[in-house]
T-cell receptor
Framework: NAGVTQTPKFHILKIGQSMTLQCTQDMNHNYMYWYRQDPGMGLKLIYYSVGAGITDKGEVPNGYNVSRSTTEDFPLRLELAAPSQTSVYFC??????????????FGQGTRLTVV | GQQLNQSPQSMFIQEGEDVSMNCTSSSIFNTWLWYKQDPGEGPVLLIALYKAGELTSNGRLTAQFGITRKDSFLNISASIPSDVGIYFCAGPGGSNYKLTFGKGTLLTVNP
């Protein structure tokens, strides 16, 4: 069972470059989320999606964009990367929104460094 | 927005000791979740709590949903080295069912 798959696992990006973090889930979940994790700061929600074609901002959306053209995929786009975007990024999914179905399944994360 | 205060920030304990950590919220929560994150992995759900006063166990882990609905506790009994990791409390934040996380408790267990 693949669950939530994120690629790449690691990446180094130069300031000003753009890249897309990929996330796909094979559980037919409606809700998908992108979080970033900084040391000692917990996880902060960047964007989320309640279904294909629908996305919404979380706590820290600036500098990011998302799309949800299919149920399975929820890519996160970084435009004009900045050092402040150095972080570990986690994608997650759940059948419905919390708290209706409480288990969010997480991918293994993408460790991104912007230099 | 919703804020979760989790304490302690870190704990260093000896194998076999019991551990307790807690989480408080600035507002009422209807659900409390406890996740564990192993090094290099994503968080994994340990326990979910749905009712005020609820006490739920999962092996050596026990969690409680506070009566005021503004706090929750997680206890680990007889700790073992594989308990090492970061423990997060989480709950629904705002009106759109977004999951809000505490800052985590880093647990180190010395064998």
């Amino acid at each position: 069972n693949a669950g939530v798959t994120q690629t790449p696992k690691f990446h180094i990006l130069k300031i000003g470059q753009s890249m897309t973090l990929q996330c796909t889930q094979d559980m037919n979940h409606n809700y998908m989320y992108w979080y970033r994790q900084d040391p000692g700061m917990g996880l902060k929600l960047i964007y989320y999606s309640v279904g294909a074609g629908i996305t919404d901002k979380g706590e820290v959306p600036n500098g990011y964009n998302v799309s949800r053209s299919t149920t399975e995929d929820f890519p996160l786009r970084l435009e004009l990367a900045a050092p402040s975007q150095t972080s570990v990024y986690f994608c997650a999914s759940s059948i419905d929104g919390i708290p209706m179905n409480t288990e969010a399944f997480f991918g293994q994360g993408t460790r991104l460094t912007v230099v | 927005g919703q804020q979760l205060n989790q304490s302690p920030q870190s704990m260093f304990i000896q194998e076999g000791e019991d551990v307790s950590m807690n989480c408080t919220s600035s507002s009422i929560f209807n659900t409390w979740l406890w996740y564990k994150q192993d090094p290099g992995e994503g968080p994994v759900l340990l326990i979910a709590l749905y009712k005020a006063g609820e006490l739920t166990s999962n092996g050596r882990l026990t969690a409680q949903f506070g009566i005021t609905r503004k706090d929750s506790f997680l206890n680990i009994s007889a700790s073992i080295p594989s308990d090492v990791g970061i423990y997060f409390c989480a709950g629904p934040g705002g009106s759109n069912y977004k999951l809000t996380f505490g800052k985590g408790t880093l647990l180190t267990v010395n064998p």
